[in-house]
């Protein structure tokens, strides 16, 4: 019982092949516009990036979070659930005017309107979609992500033989692919989108987002705030060109952001069903599989960064760049550490519906987080912003860490394994 009721690694692989990509088709559109694009272009797309991260995190807290204890019932009421889809669809609407909002801060032009509040839109239908089908239907969330690698790869090769890359073009291939990737979720996906419109129940949606939500919304935020506050902080005061090289570096570690997001998505249904079911055994195994994974796809990550700094012919940065490039690696990487080691408590604390835990430890961080990074760029340097966000990892990493230990209690028995 205890082996079959856990994942092996070779699952795991699978599961979060999709998502891995996802990142590198990611990838590759960043570094056509690094090497082809101006880098103001490059710096405004890692900064819209950012915000469209925010705006999934917010449906993921507000949404994301009530839907995973709903869909744990025993019974799930067909009208109740299409009060989430409907939800989040008012709330996909609602974050695109803020991508609007940004795009005018950013003082970007005016075509650059519609494709980044369409990326948002359409963006935060894909994101819920996939959360619920991880619930019920996991083959259709990761349908969904290789469907919108390859179509964002194929729109890759597109701008690569018609020597047409500006940012217009690198955002128009994201959100075709992203309608790509809703389509792929399915008709049960799409019946339950559609049906939402005409007939729904938001009772219970209310009643999630009081006790989960509001919770997770407030944990997501600080947490943004964290992770990438000193981003918004560089962009709007010195410009997206300015951002440019830190979003570089972040950019040579985003496969493990998206491996390591595909993970805690992955585990965190099944830990809530362990941690109901037998927090001794099956949960207390799997949670320190997770961390075993997480700290895993950190080393891969660090090692590719590794080769990209001893091996510079790759051209994506000058040889005067190299030791800028080498400084925002080495502190990229030990906050990539540290995220790494809090993955396991702060997805158990999910699992466990200890929202508020993950609301005070991450708003205590932003406390921490932001003037300290506004300080440290308006004195010293952009660059130097980063170790605003280390000190902030730390203090979530502080907060998290004894509860995860108090929950998951080591076992003695031989594990299987891996």
């Known amino acids: 019982m205890l082996i079959n009721s856990l994942w092996p690694g070779w699952r795991r692989l699978l599961n979060v092949s999709s998502s891995a990509a996802l990142a590198v088709a990611n990838l590759v559109l960043s570094l056509l516009l690094l090497s082809n694009g101006l880098t103001s272009e490059f710096g405004s797309f890692a900064m819209l990036q950012v915000s469209a991260g925010l705006a999934y995190g917010i449906t993921n807290a507000l949404l994301g979070a009530p839907l995973l204890i709903f869909l744990n019932q025993p019974v799930i009421p067909p009208l109740a659930l299409r009060g989430f889809f409907l939800a989040n669809l008012l709330l996909a609407l609602l974050l695109t005017l803020g991508q609007v909002a940004l795009v005018y801060a950013l003082d970007l032009p005016a075509e650059i309107f519609w494709h980044a509040g369409t990326l948002v839109l359409l963006g935060v239908i894909r994101w819920f979609g996939r959360s619920y089908c991880l619930s019920v239907r996991p083959l259709a969330s990761m349908r969904s992500d290789w469907v919108t690698a390859f179509f964002m790869l194929l729109g890759a090769l597109w701008l690569w033989f018609s020597d047409n ?59 943004e705030a964290t992770a990438n506050g000193h981003s918004y902080i560089i962009s709007l005061l010195a410009g997206p060109a300015a951002f440019a090289p830190i979003a570089a570096a972040t950019l040579l570690y985003r496969p493990v952001l998206v491996v390591q997001g595909a993970l805690a998505m992955y585990e965190r249904p099944r830990l809530a069903s362990l941690l109901n079911a037998s927090p001794a055994t099956l949960s207390g ?72 835990l993950l609301a005070k430890a991450c708003a205590t961080a932003a406390l921490v987080t932001l003037p300290v990074a506004a300080l440290l760029v308006w004195q010293v340097s952009a660059v130097a912003s980063l170790f605003a966000l280390l000190a902030g990892e730390l203090v979530i990493l502080l907060y998290l860490y004894p509860f995860y230990l108090t929950r998951i209690k080591p076992q003695q028995s031989t594990e299987p394994q891996l």
């Open 165 to 223: 890359i500006s940012l217009t073009q690198v955002l128009m291939v994201c959100w075709v692919s992203l309608l790509a990737g809703i389509i792929a979720l399915g008709w049960e996906h799409m019946r339950q989108l559609l049906l939402s419109m005409q007939d729904r129940e938001l009772q219970t949606v209310n009643l999630g987002i009081r006790n989960q939500g509001k919770a997770a919304l407030v944990g997501a935020l600080s947490l």
């Open 285 to 356: 195994l799997a949670a320190r599989q997770l961390a075993r994974w997480s700290l895993l796809s950190w080393a891969g990550n660090t090692l590719l960064v590794a080769l990209l700094l001893y091996f510079p012919e790759h051209g994506l940065w000058s040889a005067d760049e190299q030791h800028t490039m080498l400084t925002l690696c080495l502190l990229w990487g030990c906050i990539m550490f540290l995220r790494s080691i809090r993955q396991a408590p702060a997805t158990v604390a999910q699992a466990s519906d200890n929202f508020a």
